[in-house]
């Protein structure tokens, strides 16, 4: 759960899905985001063809709007890529950057990643950095390991509150229904809270670790009430309005 002194983040991660149709679907989100009453955070990543479409929707509710990946640079010959502040120019306030299907699809490394973060971060965008393990990495007993590489890697040096959120995105756990123990997830979340702790000080403990992967209605309460746990990232349950809003419902 996340303390008194970090204020949780419900961000739907909509990945490659959505048409302008689905507006509407996301004006259901905006309706039902006033019964949060400002106890959460609550964010959409859409496709960047329907980013100014939500922003629009979005404007003057809670609902923030965020982007799902961006190029290092600002301009130039990148063709099919998105500067980070052409999101914010489209009206985006954050990004996601590392996330597991961009570092398996397109092999992102930890570099690339840090890239982007500073990309994000020279646009004003809050930079939500992903990290997780796979499946045979965790067989292996190294999820620590990795998790502790992938931190350092990806996290640019002048991380604050203000301009980084973690996700804590088992692969594994990714669009298959399958979630840690809540155990794991704790042990896992305070060890990225100390990894950082290490690089960054007190700020490391204003910082929202998300845990990502599989997060629904029926099991959001659990998850969000481990220590350390301070919101989720949601891909498909992101989709319906009812199902995210009954995740973001936990904190209202
Ligand atoms: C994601 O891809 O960020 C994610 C958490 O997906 P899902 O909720 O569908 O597992």
Redesign the pocket.
Known sequence: MADGTRRPLVAG?W?MNGLRRSVVEFAKIVAGSANLAGKADLMVCPPATLLTALAEAAKSSAVAIGGQDCHPESAGAFTGDIAAEMLADAGAVAVIVG?S?RRTNHRETDADVRAKALAAWRASLLAIV?IGEAQVEREQGRTLDVLGRQLDGSVPDGATPANLVVAY?PVW????GLTPSVRDVAQVHEFIRQRLAQRLGAAAGGIRILY????KGSNARELMAAPNVDGA?????SLKADEFLAIAGVYG
């Open positions: 991660n990945k996330h299907e992903c995105e756990a990714i669009g298959t990502g992967g599989s997060v990232l949601v891909g498909g349950a």
